[in-house]
């Protein structure tokens, strides 16, 4: 019997925090890109799953987990493609069809698994982690942090990348003028439409990424509705992190730690009903909202549809 | 007729080949909305070193003219020609390519962002924005203006005159050499106003044009060069700069005041008003004294109001749209907190009674908000009638509803005041505007009326309705009912009242009898001189 500071225990909570924060990670620094620029998107949650069946399905034919990420990630892509042609091209309401695309896809995503592969059951193998020399060393925190597939630290390269992009670019700029104040941007002779859109087709990018790496990564094979809320995770810390990608990091992080103690639990011995476990990061949702959610700011224009000549 | 033709030769004249000094002229522009006609052939020219005013009342079509020139909106008919060519302005970059920068009315700033930033925005998006030239290109700009701006500040940390600067210099730092200003002076303090018009010269001097909206006349008098009059979309006269030059400011102005409040010779609605007989000695109905309320974020407060109405007299507050006329209807009606002053209703104060005891006692308030605030569009037009007697015998009893009372009294109703309607159950929304202010009428005048307030009665309305709920209202004071009609419309004013007052920034500017010249003394106070 091991206690619940044992270094198994420590290990497997951390290694199994950072597994469950990169999905996490990406669907809210997607979601954050879409609401800088004025969109609320609900349609993430179905991004997600787009990109895990279509990651898993590309990695699990071609054999190369690289192969499955771009799959899923054009998955991501394809479904935001609808949500832009809709909500920012059209200007239909951001809400309705978001959830539409989410409960839409949560049932193709299972019918296609369905009549594909509830049979076979098939998985993929492990994926290899990409070992850190010398850092991979040190006791727990190595193997927790440092032994992780290549995509872990290329998500957390994207956190600082996304800084960058929102501080110092003049994409950036226009990103946040057509959340705040897209008239402006507009009359700057900058096309509204066009800036929220290539913002929604990242988000779906990043969210099918995030979804493709549940699959392929985390689990190792596709079940319907694996992406399990990390999509709307992804939108509370998009929320919360008031536009700032290192909030975003450091919030998935946390969101993570609470999802992997149940298997870290179960690693250590202890017996806590996995229902009761499984609760923790919404409840962890609950007190960051009381906490922080009366401070977040949210751009001026998020949800509105931009029209040219309405005010 | 003949100025338009005049104006066509003129635009001809400016086609390739010939010279001209025209940056952007107009010709025969029109642009229509469901429903309205905004511009309506509108021909004019902008020149370089020259302020050219736009002067109108609001809905003169301003705004859709600025939305034309910056790419915004497109013209149903005729030309718009960029340096003599003709040209479609398809979009706020392709305007901002021609050298046409804009002001608009509302700040086009982002607030969350700095001023260098905003500045910044229209750049292309894979370059990394570059402070540091555009630093220098701000300082040169700033200091042949002799205006200070704060490259670094929060635009949301700003006052809106140093919003308004910034705004300006954008436009200067995109080259351009048109510069739109559409009613820059109407959030700025008097200091500013004077600030920007001695930009606007400096500017006009460095050989820029500039466009200048306002529907204040001594602006326009003070700041242009030349002025062009607009009235319901159609373009009413024009004082070119030599003209502008040989006259006095005093014969400009009054020149200007004919043009915008003139009577036009083929109004249909203008009627010869009937004489009333209002007795002098009669006490007054309705005496309000230096009645005040407090400004909220979107309208102005109430100060010093004051008038009285005696019975059978029709008083008219006119002014330009949203200067307090809504808000003094709704102090009076009492869904507006007051901060002083007394109403008095037949010589007994009123001002500390809630809405329904005011109702009571016989003061009458027709909204102008139909559908919103005066009916429930979803209940039939039989409830609607009894509104704001709901719970009240005999068309409730023990808090159920007399449906046989109800409807025998709304049939009454119906035909007494010719509601268009289906049937009694037809939901409210479904009528016309006209029949829905039918209906709010025969609400408001049924018994016990003595006062009654119209908020702009005919707004939306057609010819037809228009001309009814005008005889009605008229018939209203023949009755011996006191009547305070606001109206925006200075035809209908003339046409029915017996003394029009003028409200101005929620004050009482000045009341005038209707008499010979209460045409151009309404109209000289609403654009803000004295009488």
């Avoid at chain 1, 998107?41 to 590309?58: D, S």
Wanted: include cysteine; charge should be positive; charged fraction near 20%.
């Amino acid at each position: 019997m091991t206690g619940l500071f044992s270094e198994v225990f420590l290990g497997a909570l951390m290694f199994g925090a950072v597994t469950a924060a990169i999905p996490l990670l990406l669907a809210g620094l997607g979601e954050q890109m879409s609401e800088k620029a004025g969109v609320l998107n609900i349609g993430i949650e179905g991004m997600m799953l787009a990109g895990a069946y279509l990651g898993f399905v590309g990695a699990f034919y071609s054999g190369s987990l690289w192969l499955g990420f771009l799959t899923g990630a054009a998955g991501g892509v394809a479904v935001a493609l609808i949500m832009a042609l809709l909500c920012v091209r059209i200007g239909l309401n951001q809400i309705v069809i978001g959830i539409a695309l989410t409960l839409g896809l949560e049932g193709l995503t299972a019918l296609l698994h369905h009549f594909q592969f509830s049979r076979s059951y098939p998985r993929l193998p492990a994926a290899n982690a990409t070992v850190i020399p010398l850092l991979s060393d040190i006791p727990v925190i190595g193997p927790a942090f440092f032994k992780h597939h290549l995509i872990v630290y290329l998500a957390l390269a994207l956190v600082f990348g996304m800084r960058y992009l929102y501080r110092h670019t003049q994409l950036g700029l226009n990103l946040q003028a057509a959340g705040d104040k897209p008239a402006a941007l507009d009359v700057a002779g900058i096309d509204v439409i066009k800036t929220r859109t290539i913002a929604v087709l990242t988000t779906g990018a990043l969210a099918g990424l995030g979804g493709a790496y549940l699959a392929n990564v985390g689990a190792g094979l596709f079940i319907p509705f694996i992406s399990n809320g990390a999509g709307f995770l992804g939108i509370v810390l998009a929320m919360l992190a008031r536009g700032r990608p290192v909030w975003v990091l450091f919030g998935a992080l946390l969101f993570g730690v609470c999802l992997s103690l149940t298997t870290a639990m179960q690693v250590a011995g202890i017996n806590i009903p996995t229902d009761v476990i499984q609760m923790l990061p919404f409840l962890a949702v609950m007190i960051m909202l009381v906490l922080f959610g009366r401070r977040a700011s949210l751009p001026a224009a998020l949800g509105i549809p931009y029209e040219r000549g309405t005010r | 007729m003949f100025l338009r033709l005049w104006a066509f030769m003129g635009s001809l004249s400016s086609l390739p080949g010939a010279d001209t000094c025209d940056i952007v002229a107009l010709a025969g522009v029109t642009k229509r909305f469901p429903g309205i006609v905004a511009n309506d052939s509108i021909d004019l020219s902008i020149r370089p070193g020259e302020v050219h005013v736009l002067l109108g009342e609001n809905g003169a079509g301003k705004s859709t003219l600025i939305g034309m020139l910056s790419g915004l909106l497109q013209p149903d008919e005729g030309r718009i020609l960029v340096d003599g060519k003709v040209t479609q302005i398809t979009s706020p970059r392709h305007a901002l390519a021609l050298g046409i920068g804009t002001v608009f009315q509302h700040m086009m700033l982002v607030p969350a962002l700095s001023v260098a930033e905003n500045l910044l925005l229209g750049g292309p998006w894979w370059q990394r924005p570059r402070i540091e030239a555009l630093e220098a290109r701000v300082a040169k700009i700033t200091r042949s203006l002799g205006i200070t701006v704060k490259l670094h500040a929060r635009v949301s940390e700003l006052s809106l005159g140093e919003q308004q600067q910034v705004e300006i210099l954008r436009a200067m730092v995109r080259n351009s050499r048109l510069l739109i200003l559409d009613e820059s002076t109407s959030m700025l303090t008097p200091k500013g106003i004077d600030e920007l018009g001695t930009l606007m010269r400096r500017l006009v001097k460095q050989g820029l044009a500039i466009v200048f909206i306002t529907h204040k006349l001594k602006e326009a008098a003070a700041f242009g060069d030349r002025i062009s009059v607009l009235k319901l979309g159609r373009k009413v006269g024009e004082i070119p700069p030599e003209r502008f030059r040989a006259l006095g400011e005093q014969e400009i102005i009054s020149q200007i005041v004919d043009l915008m409040f003139g009577k036009q010779k083929d109004d249909p609605e203008a009627v010869e008003r009937p004489i009333r007989k209002v007795s002098v000695e009669a006490a007054p109905l309705l005496q309000v004294t230096d009645l005040a309320a407090a400004p909220t974020d979107n309208a102005p407060g109430l100060s010093s109001i004051s008038f009285d109405i005696r019975p059978g007299e029709i008083l008219g507050i006119a002014g330009i749209d949203g200067n307090g006329q809504k808000q003094l209807a709704e102090a009076l009606a009492g869904q507006r907190v007051t901060t002083g002053g007394s109403v008095r209703l037949e010589g007994t104060a009123i001002e500390m009674l809630s809405v329904g005891e005011r109702r009571q006692r016989g003061l009458r308030y027709l909204t102008d908000d139909r559908l919103g605030e005066g009916t429930v569009g979803t209940f039939p037009v039989s409830i609607n009638f009894f509104l704001k007697q709901v719970g009240a015998p005999p068309f409730w009893r023990n808090g159920f509803e007399q449906r046989a009372e109800i409807d025998k009294r709304a049939a009454q109703l119906v035909r007494e005041y010719d509601v268009r309607t289906p049937s009694l159950k037809t939901p409210v929304a479904r009528l016309s505007g006209g029949n829905i202010q039918k209906v709010l009428l025969a609400r408001e005048l049924a018994e016990g009326a003595k006062v009654v307030i119209f908020n702009k009665p005919t707004y939306g309305l057609d010819l037809a309705n228009t001309l009814a709920s005008r005889q009605r209202i008229c018939a209203t004071a023949a009755r011996g009912l006191a009547v305070l009609l606001i109206s925006t419309d200075l035809e209908e004013l003339l046409s029915m009242c017996d003394r029009i007052a003028v409200i101005a920034s929620g004050a009482l500017v000045g009341t005038v009898e209707n008499v010979d010249d209460a045409r151009t003394r309404v109209g000289r106070l609403m654009i803000g001189l004295a009488a």
